[in-house]
């Protein structure tokens, strides 16, 4: 798994933070449309522990059964969908900001993890997907004697 220090003014924040800011102007969804489907992405965090990495992502209303994680080529990906709830004819929608319909994200893993001992829980909406490290053994050094 490749990562990338966290920089608090990084490049991409500001895109992400006018993104937010535009849509909250326009008062458009904040969701796009890929083949005629709603898509989103879920915010996740990554964090390097000292065994493992661990991957944190928010997906509250979503049941663990319709949460899929699989790896392909070192690519470890979450998908999953949330499901849109049903409107009740007496309801008058002034503000939809909840995000529904499909979603996958993907991250490449680096040489330095255990991939056939990946391991996820999923607790109170927060799924937590845990990549152990493989210890990379210190290089031996071997002594030659000079004739």
Same mark, same amino acid.
């Given at each position: 798994?490749? *990562?990338? #220090? ?8 500001? +895109?992400?933070? +006018?993104?937010?800011? +535009? ?7 904040? #969701? ?14 990554? &964090? ?10 928010? *997906? ?67 799924? &937590? &997907? ?18």
């Amino acid at each position: 798994m490749k *990562l990338t #220090h966290w920089r608090p003014v990084n490049a991409l924040d500001v +895109f992400r933070d +006018f993104d937010e800011m +535009f849509d909250r102007f326009i008062d458009r969804p904040r #969701h796009f449309f890929r083949g005629g489907e709603a898509v989103w992405s879920p915010r996740i965090d990554i &964090v390097e522990k000292e065994k493992a990495y661990e991957l944190r992502a928010e *997906l509250p209303g979503i049941n663990k059964n319709e949460i899929s994680i699989s790896v392909k080529d070192d690519v470890l990906t979450i998908s999953g969908e949330k499901k849109v709830e049903e409107k009740k004819e007496d309801e008058n929608y002034y503000c939809c900001e909840r995000r529904f319909g499909k979603f996958e994200r993907s991250f490449r893993m680096a040489e330095t993890v255990d991939a056939n001992n990946i391991s996820a829980e999923y607790k109170k909406g927060v799924l &937590v &997907v845990t990549v152990p490290k493989v210890e990379i053994p210190e290089p031996k050094t071997t002594k030659i004697e000079i004739k």
